[in-house]
């Protein structure tokens, strides 16, 4: 099958490559890109470890071909980081609040996590776990990654966090 | 798990859409939300050998009212969730959709897929023969409504014939004041239904003056419980009522047995849904 050239932009920088129609966009940047943030899980669009954000929305990045991110703007786990490379809110919450086991689901959590606090900056405890229901980790539960997030909820509008009593 | 080979199409208009549709024949599929299609093609189930995205067609965007509200195709579940005219004048539709799989696919799932696929698991499809919605279609020959209670004629089979792509959903607003509800149960987030049911009901001095019931996943297609809905009119959905109208729509439901249970377990679980629904609907109704 004939290979299309497609240009897009990731996490700020622009990039190309060559790929099949059929190649998945995770494919795409793990393997032409070389960032392996993005991780494959289920490979069936349930557990969301491949969520990259594209033009504002949180994706799943095994169930897009890369042909159709033509042009787009996508932000990966590797574009999480303020620009003075410290870590973002979010990703300071994640190791603060032991919101991850193996990691392998953070990736995809903290990407979706950083749409759902654009979208609604202080989210209830509820809302949060909606906003993250599309993303299944698999080593223990969701307390300490609701917490993560709740922390960086916090920070990022300058209230103070209170950890909830268990 | 990677598709198999296809060949990739962006057509910029409708017109172009259905001519790739018609010179490509049976082997080309469109693309809309992919949620579906995509999976489908990992697991080799799905082989089309050309793809025709539709994201590249603007006309198919969009919610507008002309009398009906009328929802282009590729509108996004997130889209509808994020529409006041939804919220205001269709809220049971803000309420299921919030009820399909994730945020993730909402924001990549469109109405247009939703319907047009024929799979009964879908949430739209009870809701739009509820609402008695149309779907508009477009073909070479040009375009035509159907009913959504006209659409489905089987699992994953449905009106559109070969050619023809649909392009949007009409739903007539129902009256000011309606009751409404959508009562889904899953296993979990994101999974289909075990069974779902959508009323669509108003009330005159206590009483259910008109009512419409959508059945989700209970059959090879979605369902319209006309016997249901016809044992609650005139009624104060008493509780003998209820039964009845659970009864009734129990005995046209044939569920598959599948890994959400038994067949005797959904149909119970059916008209658990169907009474749920019928109370909830007449307690928003004014």
Do not use: W
Request: glycine letters at 10%; hydrophobic letters at 45%.
């Amino acid at each position: 099958m004939a290979k299309t050239h497609v240009t897009m932009k990731v996490n700020g920088a622009e990039v190309e490559g060559l790929v099949e129609p059929r190649t998945l966009l995770v494919h795409f940047i793990r393997e032409n890109l070389q960032m392996t943030g993005t991780h494959i899980g289920c490979e069936t669009t349930h557990c969301g470890a491949c969520t990259v954000d594209i033009d504002g929305m949180s994706v799943k990045s095994c169930t897009m071909f890369a042909v159709q991110a033509q042009g787009s703007d996508i932000i990966t786990v590797e574009g999480m980081a303020n620009a003075d490379g410290t870590l973002s809110a979010l990703q300071e919450g994640f190791r603060m609040m032991h919101g991850l086991q193996c990691g392998f689901c953070t990736p995809g959590m903290i990407v979706r996590a950083h749409r759902l606090l654009k979208e609604n900056p202080l989210p209830s405890e509820p809302e949060i776990r909606m906003g993250i229901s599309g993303n299944i980790c698999r080593c223990t539960g969701y307390q300490n990654i609701v917490k993560a997030i709740q922390y960086a909820s916090a920070k990022i509008n300058g209230v103070e966090f209170q950890e909830a009593a268990e | 798990m990677i598709p198999g080979s296809f060949s990739y199409h962006r057509p910029a208009s409708v017109t172009d859409a259905v001519k790739l549709l018609v010179d490509l024949g049976e082997d080309a599929r469109p693309l809309a939300g992919g949620h579906s299609l995509v999976p489908m093609m990992k697991l080799r189930l799905a082989t089309p050998t050309h793809l025709i995205d539709l994201h590249g067609i603007a006309a198919l965007k969009g919610i507008s009212r002309d009398g009906n509200l009328v929802i282009g195709a590729m509108t996004t579940q997130h889209e509808l969730l994020a529409s006041d005219e939804v919220a205001k004048s269709m809220p049971i539709l803000h309420e299921a959709a919030l009820l399909i799989a994730d945020p993730q696919v909402r924001y990549r799932g469109t109405i247009g897929g939703n319907v047009a696929n024929g799979d009964p698991g879908n949430d739209m499809p009870a809701l739009m023969m509820a609402l008695g919605a149309s779907y508009r279609l477009e073909g070479a020959s040009g375009a035509r409504d159907v009913l959504a209670a006209d659409f489905y004629q089987g699992a994953y089979f449905t009106a559109l014939e070969p050619g023809e792509i649909l392009t949007s959903v009409s739903v007539p607003v129902p009256a000011a004041g309606h009751g409404y509800a959508y009562e889904k149960l899953k296993r979990k987030v994101g999974d289909y239904a075990t069974a779902a049911a959508a009323v669509v009901l108003t009330m005159a001095g206590g009483k259910v003056a008109t009512c419409t019931i959508g059945l989700t996943n209970v059959h090879e297609t979605p369902l319209l419980a006309a016997d249901a809905a016809k044992a609650v009119i005139g009624t104060s959905l008493d509780a003998a009522t209820l039964k009845k109208a659970a009864a009734a729509a129990s005995a046209i439901m044939s569920p598959a047995a599948d890994a959400r249970g038994p067949v005797e377990y959904r149909k119970h679980v059916g008209g658990i849904m169907v009474t749920r629904a019928l109370q909830r609907a007449a307690s928003v109704a004014k």
